[in-house]
C-alpha cells in the first residue's frame, strides 16, 4: 500500500537494528515509547525482533482509555442509564470496566448506548433524536480533544441543547512528569507520542530534556518510525546530548496546530486535578468544558455521582503504566485479568500494553522464531 | 514552563509545584470496591494460579527471564483450558464468533444437546442415513445492517452463507429452508426485493427453497428484517474432512483478497465517512469445492471465512488439530483499498468477515495443485497459499509479518473494535 509500505521495508529494517545493536554496545537501555500506538505497532509488526536483548521497550501511559479510572466509568453509566438519555463513545471504550462492569454490560442491561468514529456523529444523533438527551464520553488526550472542541462549537452554534459532552481529555505533558518524578524509574530516553504532538507540537517537551537530562525524540506509527526514534534516541545518548528531535516531521510541525489549539482552549480548560488510572491524582492533567459551552457540559446538566472506585490491590496497572513492571510481572496478569476478563485497563484496548503483550506477544519468543523460519 | 504558557490554555504543560493540589487537595471522596474484580483475583487464587509472580522484577539474567517463562507457560496451560461462561447477561460479544462465542457455546450449548455429531464443531453435521449415505445438514441465521449494501442483501447472504456451510464439508447443496422473523411495519416492496435476491441465489447455486416460515414481531422489537435458512446436502464421497485432520506439513490456502464484505457492510452503516468502491464478496463455493477436491485429494479441511475472518477460523483449526498454524502476512491477499480502509479504522483484514472466500488446508505435496485448482476457477482467481501448519506450539496461530517481525495472531473475545486514534 502506498504511503505504507516504504515504511514497513525488510532490509532498511535490517540496516537499523544493526546500527542500533553497534551504537549500544553491551550497554543497557530503557526506553519508554509513550504512545499506545506506538506500543500498538511495536507488538502488532514485531519491531522487538530487530531490536538486540540490551534494549528495552516500556509501554508508557499514552493510551487512552488505559488511563480511564473505574469510577469515571461507572459516572458515565450512571448518566447512561438515565430516562432517554443516549450515551455514545469510541469503540475502544465500550470494554473499558468500571466499578460495575461496563458500557457492553450496560447495553446489555438497557441503556441506549452507542459506539462512534467521531463526535460529529454523536451530533448527528442528537439531531435526528430530539426527544433524547445525546452525551458524547469524551476521552482521549490532545490528539482527539480538538474534535470534540469543534463538536462542541457546532453544537452552541446550532443551539442543539440536547447535546452534551463527558468530558473526560487528558495532557500527555503531566503524566510524562509524574513519570519521570517517580522515583522507582530508571528510564534512558524517551520516543515522544506522534499523534499528540501533531496538535501541540515539540516545544512542550523541553522540559524533558532541559530539566531531567533525558533524550526525547517524536516518533510516527510505522514500524521503522519506532526504529528511527529508538537509533535517534540512542545517537543522542552516544553523543552526550539530551535533546527533543523530531523523527515523525512529514506530519508533526514543531510548533504544532495553532488553529486546534485555539478551538480547545475557546472551549475547555484544564481541571485543577484529575484522577488517572493507577497514576492517582495528577494536577492539572485533564479538561473540562468551559462556562461558555455549559449548555453542552453533561457535568453541569447532570448529576454526576463523583464516584471513585479504588483499584483492585492485586492490579498493578500503575506500574504497568509507569514503566515499573512489564506486563507479565503484574500479580494477576495471564491468570485473573486476561483480555476475556479485564481488571485493569491496560488489558482492554488493542493500545494497551498487557492486551498487546497477550494477544500478540505472550510466548516464548525462540520458539516462535523456530516454527516461522 | 511559565505560567505565561498556561494562560495559553489547555494542551499545555504546568509544572509548577505550587499550584499542585497535592494528595490533601484532592478530593478523598469514599472509594468504593471494584466488587467483581475482587471476586476475580479470589477466584484464580483459590485455584493457585494467582500467586504473585512480580516480586523480584528487575532481576537481570536467567532468573528473571526463567520468571517470564513461567508466566508464559501459565498463560499457554490456560489457554488449552475451555473458555468459561462468566457473565450473567449475554452481551454483543456473545455473539462475534470469538472467544466469548466459544465461552456460550461451551458451557450452554454442548452440554446440554451433547451428541457425537454436535461435538465436532464444524460448520455443517455430517449425518448417516443408511446404506453408507451420508447428508450435511446445517443453519445459520442473518441479521446484517444494512439489508441492501453494495454487492449483495441480506437475501444474497442468507441462500450463500448456508451453502457455503454445506459445501465445505464437501456436499452438494439441494435443500433450503427459509424463516423470516419481520419487523411490524416493515416495506414490502424491501421484503419483496430480498425474496427476489433469494430466488436469483438460489437458481445459480441449484438449490430449492422447499419450506418456510413467517412470523411478524412488534415495532421495535426486531430490526427490519431477520432472515434464518437451514439446509441439507448431499455427501457424494467418503473422506473425512475437518479441522481435526490438519497436519503438520500440510499448507493452508485461502480462495481470494479478503476482509472485503466486513468492511463494506461497516461503511454501508454510513458510520465512517469514506468513500470505497469495493464490494461485497458474497458468493456460493459450491463449485470451487468441486473443482478443488476434484484436483487435490488431500484437501484436509475448508471453512468459509464468516464472522471473525480468517484469523478466528485458523485458530479453530490449529486448537482443534493441535497443531501450529503459522502465516507469511506478505502472503495474505487483501485488496489495497480494503487494505486502506482498515488501517484507517485500526481494524486488521485478518479478523474481518468474508461471505465468500474460504480458508483451505491441504496436504503440503498437493499445495501447487490445489493453488492451480482454484485460481483456475472464477471465484479463486485470487488464491493464494498463505502459510503452513507445524506442530510447535500447538494450538496457536503464528504471523511472520510484513515488516519481517514475528507474532501471535490470538481469537479476539468479541469484535474488533475501531481504535480511536
Known sequence: MKFVDEYRDRDIAQRLGKQIAELAGDDQYKFMEVCGGHTATIYRHGVEDYLPDNIDLIHGPGC????????????????????????TSFGDMMRVPGGKGSFFDSKANGADIRMVYSPLDSLKIARNNPDKRVIFMAIGFETTA?????????????????????CNHVTIIPALKAILDSPDLRLDGFLGPGHVSTVIGCRPYEFVARDYGKPIVTSGFEPLDILQGIYQTLVQLREGRAEVENQYSRVVPWDGNPKALEVMSHTMELRPYFEWRGLGFISHSAMQVREGFAAHDAERIFDVPGVRVADPDACQCGEVLKGVLKPWECKVFGTACTPETPIGTCMVSSEGACAAYYNFGRFDRDRVQEAVS | MSDT???????????????????????????????????????????GQAEPHGEEAGQPGEVYQSREQQVLDRIERARQRKPKLKEDKITLAHGAGGKATSALIEALFLPAFDNPELSQLEDQALLDVGDGQRVAFTTDSFVVKPLFFPGGSIGDLAVNGTVNDLAVSGAIPRWLSASFIIEEGFAVEDLRRIIADMRAAAEAVGVEIVTGDTKVVGKASGDGCYINTAGVGVVGHDRRLGARQATPGDAVLVSGPIGQHG??????????????????DTAPLHDLVATLLEAAPGVRCMRDATRGGVATVLNEVAQTSQTAVVLDEAAIPVREDVHGACEMLGIEPMYVACEGRMVVV?????????????QSHELGQGAARVGTVGDDPPGLVLLQTTFGGTRIVDELVGDPLPRIC
Open chain 1, 64 to 87: 487512552p482509555v488505559c488511563v480511564i479510572p473505574m469510577g469515571r466509568v461507572d459516572d458515565a453509566i450512571t448518566l447512561a442509564e438515565q430516562d432517554d438519555v443516549i450515551m
Open chain 1, 146 to 166: 480538538p474534535s470534540t472542541a469543534a463538536t462542541l462549537m457546532r453544537a452552541s452554534q446550532e443551539g442543539l441543547d440536547n447535546f452534551s459532552v463527558f
Open chain 2, 5 to 47: 504558557s498556561r494562560q495559553e490554555g489547555v494542551g499545555v504543560p504546568v509544572d509548577d509545584e505550587e499550584s499542585a493540589p497535592g494528595e490533601e487537595e484532592a478530593p478523598a471522596a469514599d472509594s468504593q470496591r471494584a466488587e467483581w474484580a475482587e471476586q476475580l483475583v479470589r477466584d484464580h487464587a483459590d485455584h
Open chain 2, 263 to 280: 468492511m463494506t457492510v461497516m461503511l454501508a452503516r454510513g458510520e465512517v465517512e469514506l468513500d470505497a468502491d469495493f464490494e461485497s
Open chain 2, 362 to 374: 491441504v496436504d503440503g505435496d498437493q499445495a501447487d495443485a490445489a493453488l492451480a485448482a482454484m
